[in-house]
């Protein structure tokens, strides 16, 4: 446990000295699976440090509810630990980890159907701290509410958004706020990538065609 211990404070220390970016963690990032696989509950918890707010956003910008993208963040950090032995570093560890979340967050659409009182706008909550506030989004600055900038843009495209498809949704989610290539969306929603390619372009269509009156 002391080697787990010391490869844990040793990769924790390259990662905080790199940034946050999946893609630069490499053997450091390994080392903390590695150590969390054989039970060093410190590393998990650095793992799950590293990606949270990634999951929290992902959950609420497909849901947009704060109580349901609550309850799959959790519920996906806890799929996460169950099922860390199984992960062999066949994709990248966010590919996996997005997939487990992508499909908590499709389950919950698939409960919600039996919820005909939830509407998108329970995602802009006025009082508190929204799930964004807590988790704030840093990726791609074209994202859509980002350039609109004002509640009612974003009211608008939070009811946009509810006119595609589960699966539109989340692809969309994926490539527009979290910035993920199309190859990587495919592992993660467990499809091709010209599928992803072509849920992708079936949902810019009809935001397009939905929000034609909107302007930047």
């Keep these: 446990m002391k080697k787990d211990t010391r490869a844990m404070d040793v990769a924790k220390a390259e990662i905080l000295a790199i940034g946050r970016d999946a893609s630069q ?18 590393a998990f918890s650095e793992l799950v440090r590293l990606y949270d707010r990634s999951v929290l956003r992902i959950a609420l910008r497909i849901l947009r509810s704060q109580e349901d993208a609550r309850d799959a963040y959790q519920e996906a950090f806890l799929k996460v630990y169950r099922k860390l032995d199984t992960f062999r570093f066949q994709c990248r560890f966010h590919t996996w980890l997005y997939r487990i979340a992508t499909n908590v967050c499709l389950d919950h659409l698939r409960r919600r159907k039996a919820r005909p009182e939830f509407t998108a706008l329970d995602a802009a909550e006025t009082s508190g701290r929204s799930p964004l506030q807590v988790a704030p989004d840093s990726k791609p600055s074209g994202s859509p509410d980002r350039m609109l900038g004002n509640r009612e843009a974003s009211e608008r495209i939070a009811r946009a958004m509810e006119i595609l498809s589960d699966r539109e949704r989340v692809v969309f989610t994926l490539r527009h706020y979290e910035g993920m290539r199309l190859k990587a969306i495919g592992e993660a929603c467990s499809i091709s990538e010209d599928s992803a390619k072509q849920c992708l372009f079936r949902a810019t269509r009809k935001l397009r065609k939905e929000l034609h009156d909107v302007r930047v």
């Design 25 to 42: 963690h490499g053997e450091a990032e390994r080392d903390l699976i590695e150590a969390a696989q054989r039970g060093d509950q410190g």
